[in-house]
C-alpha cells in the first residue's frame, strides 16, 4: 500500500528571563502558601503527604518576578545538550546557564514532580508593579506580617545536579565511543555467563581520576566515586563490541529520560490533505535529551575544536576541520612568541 508523503518537523519554544535567578534557601509551604513550620500538629496531619515528599533546598527562583519573558528556540543550536554537558556541576554555573537558557523543565506543569510550594520575599518596586504581578495570572502572591511573598514550585539544586550528572555521562559515553577510545574498556563490562552488559556510571569530572588499566584488571579496585553498575537491559550480543555497547545505553538513556520529560508530537493535515509530523519536545532537559538521539544517529555532527576544547557544529565545515579560525590564530603567535624567546636566550 503506497503511503502519503509524511513531512518531519520540530517545534520548541523555551522562556528565560531578563531579570535572571538565583538560588534561595526558602521556606516551604503547602499550595495555599502556608508556611509547614508554622503548623500545628491538626495541620500538619492534613498536609503530611506534601510534607513527606518535600525537596531540600536551595531553590532556583526568580530575582524580580517579572512579565519580561524572552522567548527563544533553543534547537537551533545543536550543540546546547554537549555544552550543558560540559558546564561544572556548581550552583555558579548552573545559575548562569539558567540566566542565559531559562529552567530545565517546568515544575509547575510537569504532574510527575511532588516538589512542594515555597514561599519566596517579594518585594514591590512600586504599587503599579504588585498590581501588575498579581493580575498577571503567572504568580500567586500572598501577604504576612506586612511582608509580601511569591508562592512558586521552582526546581531544587539536587534536579539540576542529578540532571546534569546523568546528561554528562551519557555524552561522555557517546564522545568515548565516537573516538573508540579505549577507556570504555574499563566503564562497561560484560559477564559471560549472561551475556548482559553493565555500565560503571560516574560524574564526568571525575574521569581523568581513575586508573583504567587497573580498574579493568584488579576486582578490588573500586574508585568510592563509582555508583552500582547499571545494567543494559534487552541486548545479549553473540560478539561484544563494546563502542555499540555504549552506544546502545546511551539510547537506552535517552529513552528512559524522554519517558520521564516526555518528546510529544502533533500531526497536522495540510491543504494538499498530507500529514506533518511536529516533535514538540516538553521542556529544554527533554530537547537535550532529544539532541544527543540525534547525535548518536549522527543528524547532528559534532566535533570538539582541539585548542580550545569547545563544541563546533560541523555543518558547513570539511571533515578535517580541527579548530576555530581564532584559536589557530592564537596558537600560531604564541608558538611563535615561544620560539622567539627560545633564541633569545
Known amino acids: 500500500m503506497r503511503q502519503a508523503t509524511q513531512k518531519f518537523e520540530v517545534s520548541f519554544v523555551w522562556i528565560k528571563l531578563n531579570e535572571g535567578y538565583k538560588w534561595e534557601n526558602s521556606v516551604q509551604c503547602s499550595h495555599w502558601g502556608e508556611p509547614f513550620d508554622t503548623m500545628n500538629k491538626h495541620e500538619r496531619k492534613k498536609f503530611e503527604d506534601e510534607i513527606s ?11 524580580q518576578p517579572s512579565l519580561a519573558r524572552v522567548p527563544y528556540y533553543p534547537l537551533e543550536n545543536p550543540a546546547l545538550f554537549a555544552q ?3 558546564i561544572a556541576p556548581t550552583e555558579e554555573s548552573f545559575i548562569q546557564w539558567a540566566d542565559e537558557y531559562g529552567r530545565l523543565i517546568d515544575i509547575e506543569s510537569n504532574k510527575e514532580f511532588t516538589h512542594t510550594y515555597i514561599l519566596s520575599p ?29 508562592i512558586s514550585k521552582p526546581d531544587p539544586l539536587n534536579l539540576w545536579k542529578f540532571e546534569h550528572r546523568d546528561l554528562s555521562f551519557a555524552v561522555m559515553l557517546w564522545e568515548l565511543a565516537s573516538n573508540n577510545d579505549p577507556r570504555l574498556n574499563g566503564i562497561m563490562e560484560l559477564h559471560e555467563g549472561t551475556r548482559r552488559i553493565y555500565v560503571y556510571a560516574f560524574p564526568k569530572e571525575k574521569l581523568e581520576e581513575i586508573d583504567f ?11 568510592n566515586f563509582i555508583s552500582p553498575p ?49 516533535l514538540k519536545p516538553g521542556s529544554l532537559l527533554s530537547a537535550m535529551w532529544y539532541q544527543l538521539f540525534l547525535a548518536v544517529t549522527g543528524e547532528i555532527k559534532l566535533k570538539r575544536c582541539s585548542i580550545c576544547g569547545r563544541w563546533e557544529n560541523m555543518e558547513g565545515h570539511r571533515e578535517s576541520w580541527s579548530k576555530h579560525a581564532n584559536c589557530a590564530n592564537y596558537d ?12 633569545a636566550i
Not at 124 to 146: A, D, F, H, Q, W
Not at 332 to 343: E, I, N, S
Request: proline share 4%; glycine share 6%.
Open 213 to 223: 588499566e587497573r580498574f579493568g584488571k584488579d576486582e578490588n579496585y573500586s574508585p
Open 84 to 86: 550543558f554537558s560540559d
Open 122 to 150: 517579594f518585594i514591590p518596586r512600586s504599587e503599579e508593579n504588585l498590581e501588575s504581578v498579581c493580575s498577571c495570572g503567572r504568580y500567586r502572591i500572598t501577604e504576612r506580617n506586612g511582608q509580601y511573598y511569591l
Open 230 to 278: 547499571r545494567r543494559i537491559e534487552n541486548y545479549f550480543p553473540q560478539r561484544y563490541d563494546v563502542r555499540k555497547a555504549a552506544l546502545r545505553y546511551v539510547l537506552q538513556e535517552v529513552i528512559r529520560k524522554l519517558s520521564f520529560y516526555p518528546l510529544g508530537f502533533e500531526l497536522h493535515i495540510d491543504e494538499k490533505e498530507q500529514i506533518n509530523k511536529i
Open 53 to 63: 515528599s518535600a525537596t531540600a533546598g536551595p531553590f532556583l527562583v526568580e530575582k
Open 332 to 343: 600560531r603567535v604564541k608558538r611563535a612568541r615561544k620560539k622567539k624567546q627560545g633564541r
